[in-house]
């Protein structure tokens, strides 16, 4: 049965009643994970493999059940007009339901806590007066630390109440950024909502600028899916793949505080490196050409130039009998077999089973009866076996891709008609390496392997797959990803305006086309919630440049004197930034200083020399730190309450061109949920002035 029957409001203190309740769903809470640590599963398994298995997911099962001390069981109550579900009746008594982030129940099993992710608690985040969905009432709870310490509510069928902004969303929304990024369950918006709670069938792209929550919903839908999906997911698996470790470090703790621990996290380049090391980097256009797609038909050529026509017939010996497979007979099996553009892998199995069915029909017509063992015998013949490594020989991955990147010729003939000579020159290595292991392979040089590989055996595919600061990746590197998810669907977020890679996505349009995804539904997010609205008025100064075209986003938040752009003299600039620092200190939250890859070291030496420890990207904030300083490469997806940002020339004359520049800027620009504090010496973008 439903959780408890509706309550009028004659509760003489309704916040001790709530918090009441609050103590006693932890109580629950509790109960639930000692009856998981109490299973005795001796008696129920077969053997010790079952066993394993078993204590592996009541393990798993104990860890979900974690009371966390300071995240709040339940944020919300849904007080619904009618009984769910039943047909309305005339004076029929509601429902209420404590909206959180896992379900509790209580002894006899009835619900104490809801999981957001419940279809009853929908309305939570889609009712309105417009539409209330059948909710006379919705309460929001605020926290201090793990305590109850207020309530608000919504009356949505009442005309006599003036409809009003929360005063609690607002503040947890904009309450202080400490330590790694932590979910946004209780502040989810109805456009935001849609998303999370779209099928798993389809994949989803997700355009949104700063502070719009993009990242957050991508967890957020990997979160619902896993409800509503658990089993079909569970054997297919689910990933989450980030830009960089400090990002991945820094979105980790959010899918385990929904109670969700088998999601794994990877960046492309992990997802691509099982064969070699990356020890090498490409100048940007060598990468540009090998991130193309065009190398994906290069490298399927070079492949299939190892298959060679046979001019010979296949003699077969057993016993005092000889079978003749004559070489047109053979011919018409591999052309066949090319025809059907099957991987390359499995056409070098299917082969020798080809010739051995040849033989097997011969055989057959002599008046023998051979069965599937004798076929099986026939192509592991030495002299099928000869055969098949001359016409239809295994080939390496990794020795493919090192020959097409040394040899020129080998490349030219590969790439006639794909790439121009100026391109072959830019991957050609200058000094070839000797093998696959003395290689210094670059990030892009892993991405051909493993599309090689791809080509020569079928990579694993997963159930769900989410990718973040999409628009950085490379249509090959598009393809890497969407191998992962083929027979699966995806959550692609990203923003065009925050491209910073030479060969960034330039539409949503191409990257869904490589990532094999073309029908996917192409959401945009443009209310912003985090970066307060002069901060993302003075960013957005850049859009007509970095990215025609794009809608602004439209801040919710006004912050009245966010923003502070600071000239000093060149001689005083690093003193300047410690001492805007020290004041962001002064509030309270997170502080990122946030810099010029090149600027890091200088301002490094002026923080520790005025005594003040600070964090690299992704670590967690302390007691004894809270400012983190940031190089501007790996500011992308962080997020700080205040941020002091240095000298945005230095930033942008540290990318290789203007455009990029100015997007790494604009990116530096909107890290800041409070407060930003630019500095500079040098002259500003003339957008900026």
């Avoid at 950024?177 to 779209?198: C, F, K, L, N």
């Avoid at 010996?317 to 499995?346: C, F, K, N, Q």
């Avoid at 299917?350 to 002599?366: G, K, N």
Wanted: aromatic share 4%; charged share 25%.
């Amino acid at each position: 049965m439903p959780a408890h029957e509706f309550e009028s409001d004659t509760t003489t203190d309704p916040l001790a009643h709530e918090r009441a309740h609050l103590a006693a769903s932890r109580a629950a809470l509790r109960a639930m994970r000692a009856d998981a640590q109490s299973l005795d599963i001796r008696d129920v398994t077969a053997n010790w493999v079952n066993a394993a298995v078993l204590q592996a997911q009541i393990d798993e099962r104990i860890k979900s059940l974690a009371d966390l001390a300071h995240t709040p069981l339940f944020f919300g109550r849904l007080d619904y007009l009618h009984v769910v579900g039943a047909e309305e009746a005339e004076g029929a008594e509601g429902e209420q339901f404590y909206i959180g982030r896992r379900h509790v129940h209580d002894a006899v099993g009835d619900p104490m806590v809801i999981d957001w992710r419940a279809p009853v608690s929908q309305p939570f985040y889609r009712a309105s007066r417009k539409d209330p969905l059948d909710v006379g009432r919705r309460r929001r709870f605020g926290y201090t630390g793990g305590d109850l310490t207020a309530y608000e509510d919504e009356h949505l069928t009442d005309p006599a109440e003036a409809e009003q902004t929360s005063q609690l969303l607002q503040a947890e929304i904009e309450r202080p950024r400490v330590g790694p990024m932590r979910d946004i369950v209780a502040t989810i918006q109805p456009e935001q909502d849609e998303i999370v709670r779209s099928e798993l069938g389809g994949t989803v792209c997700v355009q949104g600028g700063p502070g719009t929550g993009k990242t957050a919903v991508g967890l957020h839908r990997v979160a619902y899916l896993l409800y509503a999906h658990r089993e079909r997911l569970a054997r297919t698996g689910t990933l989450v793949v980030g830009p960089n470790r400090s990002f991945l470090h820094y979105i980790e703790q959010v899918l385990p505080a929904l109670g969700e621990l088998e999601v794994k996290q990877a960046t492309v380049e992990d997802l691509v490196t099982a064969q070699i090391e990356v020890r090498g980097a490409d100048e940007a256009t060598a990468a540009v050409v090998k991130g193309d797609a065009r190398m994906a038909e290069v490298l399927r050529r070079a492949l299939r130039s190892h298959v060679t026509l046979p001019t010979e017939p296949v003699m077969v010996v057993r016993g005092s009998r000889r079978w003749r497979v004559p070489a047109y007979e053979i011919e018409e099996m591999v052309r066949e077999l090319l025809a059907r553009d099957m991987r390359y892998g499995a056409a070098h199995e299917a082969l020798p089973q080809r010739i051995a069915h040849a033989v097997l029909v011969r055989m057959e017509q002599s008046g023998e009866a051979p069965d599937d063992r004798v076929q099986n015998s026939v192509a592991r013949n030495p002299a099928v076996k000869a055969a098949v490594k001359a016409i239809w020989p295994a080939v390496d991955p990794a020795k493919l891709v090192l020959r097409l990147l040394s040899d020129a010729e080998f490349l030219a003939e590969h790439a006639d008609g794909l790439l121009s000579e100026d391109e072959q020159k830019a991957i050609l290595w200058i000094k070839p390496a000797r093998s696959v292991k003395t290689a210094k392979w670059s990030a892009a040089d892993a991405v051909l392997i493993d599309e090689a590989a791809d080509l020569v055996s079928r990579t694993h595919s997963l159930g769900h797959v989410v990718i973040d600061e999409a628009q950085d990746l490379s249509p090959m590197q598009y393809r890497a990803v969407g191998r992962r998810c083929s027979t699966g669907s995806a959550t692609v977020l990203g923003d065009l305006a925050q491209g910073t890679t030479p060969w960034s996505t330039q539409s949503w349009e191409q990257a869904l086309h490589h990532l094999g995804k073309a029908d996917a539904l192409v959401e945009e997010l443009t209310a912003g919630f985090r970066v307060p609205r002069d901060v993302i008025a003075y960013a957005s100064r850049l859009l007509p440049v970095i990215s025609p075209g794009l809608t602004p986003v439209e801040s919710v938040r006004e912050s009245p004197g966010s923003l502070a752009v600071r000239e000093v003299g060149s001689d005083g600039l690093d003193a300047a930034v410690v001492a805007a620092c020290e004041e962001s200190l002064a509030h309270e939250g997170s502080i990122g200083l946030i810099a010029a890859d090149a600027r890091i070291p200088a301002l490094a030496d002026a923080l520790t020399a005025a005594g003040h420890a600070y964090l690299s990207p992704g670590q967690e904030t302390t007691a004894e730190s809270r400012l983190t300083l940031v190089p501007a490469s790996l500011a992308k997806g962080l997020e700080y309450d205040y941020v002091v940002l240095d000298e945005p020339a230095a930033v942008v004359d540290g990318e290789p061109d203007e455009r990029t520049g100015l997007r790494r800027l604009y990116v530096a620009l909107t890290r800041a949920v409070s407060g930003l504090t630019v500095l500079h010496s040098a002259s500003l973008p003339e957008e900026l002035v």
